[in-house]
Structures are given as C-alpha cells and as structure tokens.
C-alpha cells in the first residue's frame, strides 16, 4: 500500500498558534511529536512507500521534522508551488502515479493534522479498505458521531454502502443525522488507486483534470519533486467536495479508533489532559473558579478567574480570547486579522529556517532584536543589506563570522559590527548549538532586505 500524507493545510482555526509559515501540522500538540511526524509514524506501520504533499515554503520543516523521527530517507516530498486546496493536490499525484508501477496500487490518504490512535484495529480497518480499493472503490473511513458537528462531513450509510455524502452541514442538519441514526463522520481519511481517482475525476471534475493535465508534470517521483504553479483559473475546492459528494462509487469501513481532525480550539481542548475542575491548562497558570476553559500559556504566566467555556491563548505577540463553543467561527476572524496585522498570520513569533530559528524579541522604531539558533554544523547564507546594519553578540557556543574581508571566531561575551551593505555570513562549527542576540537597526527592517551570495539550501 502507498501511504500519502497531506501536509500543506493552514490549520487558520488554530491560530494565533498556527501561522503561515508554521502552521498546525508542524506544532508539538498532543503526545512528544507533531501532528505531521505522527502520521508518517502512523502510515509506516502499514505503508511501504509514503508520500509527503506539501508547500514548497514548508520544505524544510519537513525535513527537519523528518530527520527528527529517522524518516529522511524513506519519504519522497511532493511540494506544491501553490495551493489549491486538496483535490488539485491528489488528482496531480494521481495523475503522475498513472503511468507508473502506482497505478493501481491502493493509496491511504492521511491529513498531517489528525490524532488518530494508532492499534490493530486502526491497520485492520486500513487493510480492509485497501480491499475494497482494489476493486475499483472510493474508499471513506467513517466514525460514529458523538454530536452535531458542523466542522465534518458526513456519511449516510447502510450495512454495505455509502448512500450519500454531505460535506460540513449547517447546525439543523448535523442535528437531523445525529438523531436519524444512519449517518457517521467522515475522518478525512481516503482509500483508492490512483486509476480510479483519475476516472472519478474524468466523470465529476474534467475541468480541474483538463487544468492539471496542462502542467508540465514530471514522468517519476523524485525524492524532491517540485511543482510548478497551478494556474490562477484552477478552481480551488477540496476533494470532498470535488468527488466524495458527487460519485456513486463510494465503499466505507468503519473507524473505532480514537480520532480527532483537532481543527479548532474545542477540538484540541478535548485532546488534552484535564484539570480537577475540568479545564485544559498548557504552561504557567493559576487559575480558580474556572469551568471547561482552556488556559493556554506560552510566553508568561495566565491568571484566570471565573471563566466558562472560554479558551485563552496567550502567545509573545497576540492574545486571543474566544468561547470554546464558537471556536469553529475562528477562521472568519482570522481574515480580518490579516488584512489589519499580516504579519500575526504569517509569522510565528519564533521562525524556523533550515539552519536554526530566529525569535523575535522585541521591535521599535529603526530597531529590531532577535534571538537566532544555529544548528551544529550549519550556516547561514553570505548575505548583504542595503537598508540595515546589525549587531551580534553571542551568548552560548562558538560563531565563525565573515564580516567583510574578515573572519572572526567569536565566544561567549564576545561581539561584531556588520555595516549596511558589507556582505556577511554566520557559522556554526561546532557539535553544539549557538545562541546569540541580533540588534538590526536601520530605516527598513524586513525579511525582504536581504541579497544572497552562495547558500548551503540553494534559497
């Protein structure tokens, strides 16, 4: 069976934890690893062969969070130049694997972003729908509900088929299938070949196919495979929508595992360990008289008194403060965020990059201070900028420090000037991490300012 893990969602209603270019899959969550190495962990219990589909902006958390779990060589990467949502993703890969010895192997599709208990029965329900794939069938996983969720889509049933399939239905009518008896959720979990994808999508979307079927699409995966971009005409629809809902060939096995999309605050807050007074509390928090909350702390201490059925989430940089029972409503709101404050979806307060992270500490007029890690080993590119100079002051480990015609090997306590324009780079030599404090000044101070000269990641 091939395994492909769908890595390049958002994750909008997760925010302000979940940004653009850290977003939910890659956060540390539920349990010692992220959402994202969880499924690849998941899909090597049963899997041969796993394919990651991801963003090209993502790539090199996903190696760096393949390299953590000892997965770096036993994954290929599909990366998306732009995103169009879930069907482009996998009917683009079906389309690749058509011609190829994939073609009508069975593939298990999984979302980076979902806690599912891993056991016996889990890889009992995967092997029985990769039977039912192998006979032509569009396989769904379905999950007895427990409430009227709006956030799923659902599936009819009878003891054999799938009658119909109704994706995220308005309040009134999740209610209607609770209490009809006949319906369960879908767990965003697919079975199929990818020959039979390709004629679902021959039969339901030709338009998305004719799209993809212009696009110079390579004849094999590589272990990096990169994309070029969908064209700005393709639509942008889910695979839910673009042919759960419209086929008739639709075969389901049922899923008794644990599960959860945790796709909002709720949903995360049921995942997590609980307080006496039944609160969900993560970091430094004193709380009292606190019913059915979530106290979120990441960056200093929460102190809540007499909240209900609230979540508070403080990161460096943004607070948000929402009713658990209208979490689901987050990813309206979160636009809005966009439009006024882009940089509070976009970036993280800590940003990864392939050699280390930065953290940003603090930003005034003309002046920005950072914190930055550099991996054992790893460099930074020899860069220049025209509007800024900087500071460096190193706090823990060893920095080897082109500055100009100058290399200079700085310790602990130790300092360098970097004018604008004078081209630099930073190393780390060690076997030891290196921390150290960046203090940029200067009239413009964005990521953009910056000319690359040679860089280990090709950037």
């Known amino acids: 069976m091939l395994g492909v893990i769908l890595a390049g969602g958002s994750g909008t209603r997760l925010w302000p934890l979940s940004r653009d270019e850290f977003p939910k899959q890659f956060l540390t969550l539920v349990g010692n690893y992220s959402l994202f190495q969880d499924a690849v962990l998941r899909a090597k219990t049963i899997c041969d062969t796993i394919i990651i589909v991801g963003a090209v902006e993502h790539k090199f958390i996903i190696l760096d969070q393949l390299k953590q779990i000892k997965q770096s060589d036993t994954c290929k990467l599909l990366l998306e130049s732009n995103k169009k949502n879930t069907a482009p993703a996998i009917v683009t890969l079906a389309k690749i694997l058509l011609g190829g010895a994939f073609a009508e192997v069975p593939m298990l599709i999984l979302s980076a972003d979902h806690s599912i208990e891993t056991s016996d029965r889990f890889n009992s329900a995967v092997i029985k729908a990769g039977e039912l794939a192998k006979e032509n069938k569009v396989v769904c996983f379905g999950i007895v509900p427990t409430h009227a969720h709006t956030g799923y889509g659902y599936l009819e049933v009878d003891a054999h088929s799938v009658i119909s399939f109704r994706e995220k239905p308005d309040k009134a009518t999740a209610e209607s299938f609770l209490a009809q008896g006949s319906y369960l959720w879908n767990a965003g979990i697919f079975c199929f070949s990818a020959k039979t994808l390709i004629a679902e999508a021959t039969q339901h979307c030709p338009d998305l196919l004719n799209e993809i079927s212009k696009l110079s699409l390579p004849v094999t995966l590589e272990a990096i495979t990169i994309l070029e971009k969908y064209p700005s005409t393709m639509q942008t629809i889910s695979v839910d929508y673009a042919i759960m809902e419209r086929t008739k060939n639709l075969a389901y096995v049922s899923l008794q595992n644990a599960w959860s999309d945790i796709g909002s605050w709720d949903a995360l807050t049921a995942q997590l360990p609980h307080s006496q007074d039944n609160c969900a509390i993560v970091g430094e928090v004193i709380s009292t008289d606190c019913q059915q909350s979530l106290l979120y702390a990441t960056s200093k201490p929460i102190v809540a ?94 920095a080897t420090v082109t500055n100009g015609e100058e290399i200079l090997v700085l310790r602990v306590n130790q300092s360098t000037f970097i004018p604008a324009g004078n081209k630099h780079r930073l190393e780390n030599k060690t076997s030891q991490p290196l921390i150290l404090i960046e203090i940029q000044t200067g009239s413009y101070l964005g990521e953009d300012d910056i000319k690359r000269f040679d860089d280990n990641y090709n950037r």
């Open 305 to 398: 008194v007499g909240l209900q059925h609230i979540a508070v989430v403080d990161t460096p940089d943004v607070l948000l403060v929402a009713s658990l029972e209208k979490s689901q409503q987050l990813k309206a709101i979160v636009e809005t965020v966009r439009e006024k404050y882009p940089n509070l979806t976009r970036e993280a307060n800590t940003t990864h990059r392939p050699w280390g992270t930065y953290t940003i500490i603090q930003v005034g007029e003309g002046y920005k201070i950072k914190k930055i890690m550099v991996l054992p080993n790893q460099a930074l590119s020899l860069q220049s900028h025209v509007h800024r100079s900087e500071h460096w002051v190193v706090i823990t480990g060893e």
